[in-house]
């Protein structure tokens, strides 16, 4: 480990690996595909990519989200649900 990731480390707010994105999405849904471009486009500022998943293909996640989409996960927490706020999304990514 470089002196620099040491630093990079002790600084509150500062990511030392890129996040875990989940989007739970549907076809046809224009909310979903504006949460995707715009995540997608934050993913290739900061490195990640977003794992895209199906709530109708998952009986469960149907259940659970069926009329909140688009929902983004970050590192496991749900942290948008019906929209995606840029402000906030840049917040987190720091």
Known sequence: MTWWDRLRRK???TRSRPPSVV???RVGC???DDAKRLLEEYGGRHG???NEVDIDRHPELKARYDRCVPVVEVDGKVRFRGKVNEALLRRLLR
């Open 11 to 13: 600084r509150p707010g």
């Open 23 to 25: 989007l739970y999405t």
């Open 30 to 32: 224009h909310l979903c």
């Open 48 to 50: 990640f990519s977003v």
